[in-house]
């Protein structure tokens, strides 16, 4: 279908300039490579998957590369954790408010086997790259990352999230995460509204300038 002079466009994401240079001559070719541009930063969504992703695009951001606070970046996400979070949603055992208004009712009908493949497709993304925030609070926050607070028994979050703050498996990415998101999420872990015995363990002695730190050093990894 992308055969042909506009392949090589495509490819170097000349989509800006395949509109322009659209002619009738090639009218047909540059209408097939105009179509796959629609879903530009979406390229190479697997058929099967492709109508879902659209849907989860309009909060979640294009190749899950969401702009706003409210919607978490799933780009780059551990395959595990976001099968793990998909499922929880489907069965809804997590329960914060945010992930029931918005979130029971997108899982609810998704398979075993679509949420495999949103998850694949998810992780292999590139994920967005950190925003700085206060520097006062980044500095305390990687303190916090690296040695925990031993006063208050709060251990390293390295020690499970990696030394980037990467993830590994059901250890989800933590690094270039939205702050208000990491925030919030901290929160319900300590309230309970986000059950999760690890997370409520490791949080509940944290206070709320604690918790703003350590999200504000990993908004910016
Ligand atoms: C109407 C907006 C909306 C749509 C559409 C949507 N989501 Fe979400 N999603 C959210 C919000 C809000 C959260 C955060 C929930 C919370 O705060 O607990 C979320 C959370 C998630 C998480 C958890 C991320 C994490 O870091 O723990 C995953 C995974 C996820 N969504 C995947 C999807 C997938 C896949 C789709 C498409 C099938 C989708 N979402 C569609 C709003 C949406
Ligand atoms: C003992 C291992 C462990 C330690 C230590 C740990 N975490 Fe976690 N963390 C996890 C696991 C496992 C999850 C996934 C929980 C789930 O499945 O809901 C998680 C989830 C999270 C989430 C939710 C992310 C999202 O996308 O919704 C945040 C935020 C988080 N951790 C922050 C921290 C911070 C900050 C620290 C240090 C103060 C920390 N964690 C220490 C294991 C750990």
Redesign the pocket.
Known sequence: MLEGPNRPALRYGGCAKLRRTASRAALLGTLAALAACASEGERGVPQDIAG??H??S???GPAGRSFNA?????AG?QKE??VT??KA?RDKT?A????H???WG??AH?SDAT?EG??NY?SAQPPVAGTPGSAADMAAGQAIFRNGIEAEAVPPCMSCHGEKAEGADGV?RLAG?HQA?LE??LA?FVSLA?ANEIMHETTKNMNEEQIRQISAYLAAQ
């Open positions: 879902t992703v849907v989860c309009s909060c979640h409210t919607f978490p970046r799933l996400q954790y976001l979070q998909l949603f997590r914060d408010p945010h992930a208004t918005y979130m997108m899982a998704l949420i949103l998850a998810y989800p995460q998101y919030r999420q319900a986000r």
